[in-house]
């Protein structure tokens, strides 16, 4: 933890100087420091606000040049709607992108989970949570955006661009064009057939918090569609920063097609656990080619390197998936053939043209 920021004794930046004065001449609020709290894959960072009573609160810095906070402040009133538990509110200056966040603490899951016995327990609560928002979703998943085919395809097409031109260095061939658009199409249409839900599209280890009770906190949902039933099972149970056993994973994802049953939610439960995990699998292949693509993406165009050693779990989430379908084995090929065996030359690569 970096030590408490002094917000009276200097500014390190003008967006953080000004929000720290938002909160406490404009808000009013006694404040002990200031200090990173995090931030993210986009322009947003998040600052944590140490007060003088020993409270803290976070404020979330969204430039309004490149960050709207229009679809956080509605979505996260949908997911409360559900019975989430998300960051409370307490003020919103829309014109400067700064938002007062109840603070859900420091302990992701991805941090809690490296004591793998608590993996039933903390996998339990974000699969209750995430039946409540499936299910009481419901009624509310037509505010949000649908997870179309345009919306989808957008995202796929990410990978050849900045994975295999710009990462791997190598132009696509006429042949791989061919092989990646049938698996687009294929893709796409099984992601269409599946039933549409409230979709968070990022429910996995790093936004889930460890809460006392009421758990888990849910952190990063500004970018929710209506979209396919298996697609938040795919984020938090082939996360690509952390691996669990595809026995356990099976159980995982199986206990909650019966929790969706019990709550009389059959017709999101799918025909039979083969046909709900094969959803489960199918739509991970495409949220990984996206991955591949965004990952590829944040250090080339953004200078984020953090995530490049998280695209080998990618490609093998992506292997294992294409080895359990027929329609998928020509993809799994060639990512056994032209991708595996260059990852680690592109990582070194990488880093060495920006030292």
């Not at 006392?212 to 795919?234: R, T």
């Amino acid at each position: 933890m970096h030590p408490p920021y002094n917000p009276f004794m200097s500014a390190p930046d003008l967006r953080l100087a000004a929000l720290t004065d938002w909160v406490t001449r404009e808000l009013a609020y006694a404040v002990r420091g200031v200090e990173v709290a995090s931030a993210d894959a986009s322009f947003r960072r998040y600052f944590r606000v140490h007060l003088r009573d020993g409270a803290t609160l976070i404020v979330m810095d969204a430039p309004p040049a490149q960050e709207d906070i229009g679809p956080y402040l509605h979505v996260g009133a949908l997911l409360a709607q559900t019975g989430v538990h998300v960051p409370a509110v307490h003020a919103v200056d829309r014109e400067r992108g700064f938002v007062l966040l109840e603070d859900l603490g420091t302990t992701s899951y991805l941090s809690a989970l490296q004591d793998a016995g608590l993996a039933d327990s903390l996998y339990g609560d974000a699969l209750q949570a995430l039946a409540s928002l499936q299910v009481r979703g419901r009624p509310l998943q037509h505010e949000l955006s649908p997870y179309d085919e345009a919306a989808l395809r957008r995202e796929l097409v990410l990978m050849p661009e900045w994975f295999c031109a710009r990462h791997l260095q190598r132009p696509v061939s006429e042949a791989e064009s061919e092989l990646f658009e049938a698996t687009f199409r294929f893709l796409v249409a099984e992601a269409l057939q599946q039933p549409q839900v409230f979709v968070h599209r990022d429910y996995h280890s790093r936004n889930l918090m460890v809460l006392p009770a009421h758990g888990p906190g849910v952190i990063d949902f500004q970018d929710a569609l209506a979209g396919p039933m298996g697609y938040d099972l795919a984020s938090i149970f082939k996360d690509c920063y952390i691996r669990w056993p595809r026995e356990r994973v099976e159980a995982w994802v199986l206990a909650h097609r019966q929790a969706l049953r019990r709550q009389g939610a059959s017709t999101l439960a799918g025909a039979s656990d083969a046909e709900f995990l094969r959803w489960f699998d199918l739509v991970s292949v495409q949220r990984h080619l996206k991955i591949l693509g965004i990952f590829a993406r944040l250090w080339w165009r953004d200078g984020k390197s953090g995530y490049l050693a998280d695209l080998p779990l990618t490609v093998e989430y992506l292997q294992d998936s294409c080895g359990r379908y027929a329609e998928l084995a020509p993809l799994g090929t060639w990512l056994q053939q032209q991708v595996t065996p260059q990852l680690a030359a592109a990582h070194a690569r990488a880093l060495a043209d920006r030292s």
